[in-house]
Protein backbone atom coordinates (compact mmCIF):
# COMPACT_ATOMS: atom_id res chain seq x y z
CA UNK A 1 0.00 0.00 0.00
CA UNK A 2 1.66 3.22 -0.92
CA UNK A 3 0.78 6.22 1.68
CA UNK A 4 -0.73 10.07 0.54
CA UNK A 5 1.01 12.27 -1.06
CA UNK A 6 1.49 15.82 0.64
CA UNK A 7 0.20 16.94 -2.42
CA UNK A 8 -2.91 15.37 -2.07
CA UNK A 9 -4.19 17.67 0.73
CA UNK A 10 -3.71 20.91 -2.33
CA UNK A 11 -7.42 20.45 -2.85
CA UNK A 12 -8.14 22.00 0.20
CA UNK A 13 -6.29 24.87 -0.38
CA UNK A 14 -9.45 27.19 -1.06
CA UNK A 15 -10.88 25.88 2.90
CA UNK A 16 -7.55 26.55 4.55
CA UNK A 17 -7.69 30.18 2.87
CA UNK A 18 -11.32 30.92 3.96
CA UNK A 19 -10.54 29.65 7.53
CA UNK A 20 -7.67 29.51 8.52
CA UNK A 21 -6.66 32.37 11.08
CA UNK A 22 -3.55 34.43 10.14
CA UNK A 23 -2.78 33.73 13.78
CA UNK A 24 -3.95 31.46 16.52
CA UNK A 25 -6.88 29.55 16.29
CA UNK A 26 -9.47 31.89 15.07
CA UNK A 27 -12.75 32.61 17.31
CA UNK A 28 -15.15 29.81 15.51
CA UNK A 29 -15.51 25.69 16.19
CA UNK A 30 -14.98 25.85 11.96
CA UNK A 31 -11.26 27.99 11.94
CA UNK A 32 -10.97 25.58 15.21
CA UNK A 33 -11.43 22.52 12.92
CA UNK A 34 -9.08 24.14 10.26
CA UNK A 35 -6.12 25.02 12.30
CA UNK A 36 -6.44 21.86 14.41
CA UNK A 37 -6.25 19.34 10.81
CA UNK A 38 -3.84 21.62 8.92
CA UNK A 39 -1.31 21.77 11.87
CA UNK A 40 -1.57 17.45 12.26
CA UNK A 41 -0.83 17.57 8.48
CA UNK A 42 1.78 19.98 8.02
CA UNK A 43 3.65 18.67 11.46
CA UNK A 44 3.67 15.38 9.96
CA UNK A 45 5.21 15.79 6.28
CA UNK A 46 7.83 18.96 7.39
CA UNK A 47 8.53 16.77 11.46
CA UNK A 48 7.40 13.48 11.31
CA UNK A 49 5.12 13.91 14.14
CA UNK A 50 2.29 12.16 15.06
CA UNK A 51 -0.69 12.68 17.67
CA UNK A 52 -0.17 9.91 19.68
CA UNK A 53 2.92 7.41 19.88
CA UNK A 54 1.87 5.18 22.29
CA UNK A 55 0.84 2.42 20.30
CA UNK A 56 2.48 1.28 16.60
CA UNK A 57 3.95 4.56 15.26
CA UNK A 58 7.59 6.41 17.18
CA UNK A 59 7.70 10.05 16.13
CA UNK A 60 7.34 13.22 18.37
CA UNK A 61 4.25 14.40 19.18
CA UNK A 62 4.69 18.27 20.78
CA UNK A 63 1.16 20.13 21.11
CA UNK A 64 -0.69 17.61 18.46
CA UNK A 65 -2.32 15.76 21.22
CA UNK A 66 -4.15 18.65 22.18
CA UNK A 67 -5.28 19.30 18.60
CA UNK A 68 -6.86 15.52 18.03
CA UNK A 69 -7.92 15.42 21.50
CA UNK A 70 -9.81 19.08 21.12
CA UNK A 71 -11.18 17.16 17.52
CA UNK A 72 -12.24 13.53 19.06
CA UNK A 73 -14.26 15.97 22.14
CA UNK A 74 -15.79 18.93 20.07
CA UNK A 75 -16.51 17.11 16.74
CA UNK A 76 -18.35 14.10 15.05
CA UNK A 77 -18.44 10.54 15.93
CA UNK A 78 -17.24 9.99 12.46
CA UNK A 79 -14.21 12.06 13.47
CA UNK A 80 -13.95 10.31 16.70
CA UNK A 81 -13.53 7.22 14.69
CA UNK A 82 -11.70 8.51 11.97
CA UNK A 83 -8.86 9.65 14.64
CA UNK A 84 -9.14 6.03 16.76
CA UNK A 85 -7.75 4.58 13.59
CA UNK A 86 -4.28 5.32 15.27
CA UNK A 87 -4.63 2.61 17.59
CA UNK A 88 -3.96 0.29 14.16
CA UNK A 89 -1.26 2.57 12.68
CA UNK A 90 1.74 0.64 12.09
CA UNK A 91 2.98 2.55 9.32
CA UNK A 92 3.81 5.52 7.86
CA UNK A 93 1.00 4.79 5.22
CA UNK A 94 -1.28 3.96 7.67
CA UNK A 95 -1.47 7.68 9.25
CA UNK A 96 -1.29 10.03 6.24
CA UNK A 97 -4.57 7.58 5.69
CA UNK A 98 -5.80 8.78 8.88
CA UNK A 99 -4.48 12.27 8.13
CA UNK A 100 -6.65 11.97 4.59
CA UNK A 101 -9.66 10.44 5.86
CA UNK A 102 -9.35 13.92 8.42
CA UNK A 103 -9.26 16.36 5.84
CA UNK A 104 -11.73 14.58 3.67
CA UNK A 105 -14.14 14.09 6.32
CA UNK A 106 -13.80 17.92 7.67
CA UNK A 107 -12.22 20.01 5.30
CA UNK A 108 -15.24 21.29 3.41
CA UNK A 109 -18.04 23.38 3.52
CA UNK A 110 -20.91 21.40 4.43
CA UNK A 111 -19.03 19.64 7.41
CA UNK A 112 -17.88 23.34 8.49
CA UNK A 113 -20.96 25.30 8.02
CA UNK A 114 -22.45 23.11 10.94
CA UNK A 115 -19.60 24.54 13.50
CA UNK A 116 -19.86 28.29 12.36
CA UNK A 117 -20.52 29.45 16.07
CA UNK A 118 -17.87 30.59 18.72
CA UNK A 119 -15.08 28.69 19.39
CA UNK A 120 -14.95 26.51 22.34
CA UNK A 121 -11.67 25.59 24.62
CA UNK A 122 -8.61 25.61 23.22
CA UNK A 123 -6.95 23.60 20.26
CA UNK A 124 -3.73 24.09 22.58
CA UNK A 125 -4.52 22.83 25.85
CA UNK A 126 -6.90 20.05 25.62
CA UNK A 127 -7.12 16.44 27.70
CA UNK A 128 -8.01 13.09 26.49
CA UNK A 129 -7.06 9.99 25.22
CA UNK A 130 -4.29 10.75 22.77
CA UNK A 131 -0.67 11.59 24.52
CA UNK A 132 2.79 11.42 24.05
CA UNK A 133 5.12 9.49 25.52
CA UNK A 134 8.92 10.00 25.46
CA UNK A 135 10.98 7.19 24.80
CA UNK A 136 12.77 5.14 27.56
CA UNK A 137 16.08 5.65 25.58
CA UNK A 138 16.17 9.68 25.70
CA UNK A 139 15.81 9.85 29.49
CA UNK A 140 19.22 8.53 29.95
Known amino acids: MNGVDWNY?????FIIDKYMPSRGEGETMASQIVTAINRLI???YNDGDVFDNTYYLNGWCNDLSSYANWLYNNTTDDVCSILDNI?????????????KDLADKCLNEEFLKEFNKPKVGSIYNCDGDFRFEQPREEWD
Open 9 to 13: FDKFE
Open 42 to 44: YKW
Open 87 to 99: INAETEDDYEFIL
